[in-house]
């Protein structure tokens, strides 16, 4: 993939960027030139990340810790402050996917557990990384949210939550922080195949999709490189969904009242 280097000594901090979502716009920033902070709780996926990066002619250094507690984030902003100097990009990725619970299940600790690694992890790495933007008047910081958000999952009530509390969390500190030259968004991913889906599976999860495919990895980081450019330099408090028009329909293909067996096929063209 050939990609601009608008990233030269940018500083840029991902979370959760071991595997999935995360080390894909991990390894966009530095195809793009970016000094990469791979975060996780997972050391050997962090450092296969940043051994993929400088394969790839990047510039990466690993950031274990688990942002859901200050002690560690604060020990990986000092670190990261220590090396480079600065922060120009946040993006908090790290999340708890599978906590799926019905809400009768459900407990104190369960709760607590999600809500600290989905919604606290981003108040704390934003808090570190906006003091230090703030006194430089430029920074980007990109939050992960979910349909989850404004929408439903069955199962989900801890997980929705805490994805809603992001949305809200994210326009709150855009007003806060564009005074100081910091702009603040979110992005939704759709159905992601983030651990090597069933291809069976993949098939029929696409069917529901109005692009009529599951979305790859790699198709969020595009977005998260346009949100923290130059290009996206009057976008701040807004949430973009990546999501192949998932959100934007009001039925599922298989039950609308206009399914796709009406569609018209277009021969000869």
Request: glycine share 10%; aromatic share 6%.
């Amino acid at each position: 993939m050939q990609t601009q280097q608008r990233f030269n000594n940018k500083v840029v901090i991902v979370t959760g960027a071991a595997h999935g979502i995360g080390r894909a716009i991990a390894m966009r920033f530095g195809r793009e030139g970016a000094q990469v902070v791979v975060n996780d709780v997972n050391a050997a996926g962090v450092e296969s990340t940043v051994q993929e990066i400088i394969a790839l002619g990047g510039l990466a250094v690993a950031g274990i810790a688990d942002v859901s507690q200050k002690s560690q984030v604060d020990s990986l902003f000092d670190t990261v402050l220590e090396r480079f100097r600065t922060v120009d990009v946040l993006v908090n990725n790290a999340g708890l996917i599978n906590v799926e619970r019905h809400f009768l299940q459900g407990d104190e600790e369960w709760w607590d557990r999600v809500l600290s690694v989905n919604l606290k992890s981003v108040f704390l790495c934003s808090l570190r990384a906006a003091r230090v933007m703030a006194r430089n008047h430029t920074g980007v910081i990109i939050n992960m949210s979910s349909g989850g958000a404004t929408h439903s999952h069955r199962g989900m009530a801890a997980y929705d939550a805490s994805k809603g509390g992001i949305e809200a969390l994210t326009r709150a500190m855009a007003l806060d922080l564009a005074p100081y030259g910091i702009r603040v968004n979110a992005l939704i991913p759709g159905s992601i195949d983030t651990q090597g889906m069933n291809p069976e599976v993949k098939r029929e999860r696409g069917k529901a999709i109005p692009l009529g495919r599951v979305g790859e990895p790699e198709e969020m980081a595009g977005p998260a490189v346009f949100l923290a450019s130059d290009d996206a330099s009057y976008i701040t408090g807004h949430i973009y969904a990546v999501d192949g028009g998932l959100l934007s329909q009001q039925r599922s293909p298989q039950v609308d009242i206009f399914p796709l067996s009406r569609f018209p096929t277009l021969e000869g063209e």
